[in-house]
């Protein structure tokens, strides 16, 4: 063994300088809170998005238009989507379970069918919503479009 192989064991020294330990330790005093003010004092906490007195950037930026805490948002899938689908799987009914199980939607989603594309087959169609062009385009290839 040699002394310039000795190393402390992992773990056994801190490398975080200790504040408030008197003035030989050079971070004494104030312990590096400076003079004064609320940032100096026991229990301080800032609030969240406090800028120091300045107008803070959530009141500075403008706000636009209205958001509707009722909107109902729909996941939106085409007939050309439903199409593919069937060409795929052959099925004859198509409803959520079978849109989530190939990723076309989510399970927590509201779906509404949209009238891009069009049937080929007969197809019975269950969703939350239809647009009427979807509607139209169903029952013309002699499908059913049930709202759940």
């Not at 975080?16 to 906490?45: E, V």
């Not at 909107?71 to 009914?93: C, F, M, P, T």
């Amino acid at each position: 063994m040699k002394l310039h192989i000795l190393k402390p064991s992992e773990g056994s020294t801190k490398t975080r300088k200790r504040i408030g330990r008197g003035q030989g330790s050079g971070r004494g005093g104030t312990s590096t809170k400076g003079h004064k003010g609320a940032q100096s004092r026991s229990g301080y906490s800032q609030k969240f998005g406090f800028e120091g007195g300045q107008m803070p950037l959530q009141r500075r930026v403008p706000k636009f238009g209205f958001k509707n805490v009722n909107r109902i948002s729909y996941h939106a899938i085409n007939l050309a989507d439903i199409q593919l689908l069937v060409d795929k799987i052959g099925i004859k009914e198509v409803g959520k379970d079978i849109l989530v199980q190939h990723g076309l939607a989510s399970k927590n989603d509201l779906i509404k069918v949209l009238g891009d594309g069009t049937l080929k087959d007969s197809i019975h169609v269950a969703a939350n919503a239809f647009s009427k062009s979807a509607i139209a385009s169903i029952e013309k290839s002699g499908g059913k479009a049930v709202k759940l």
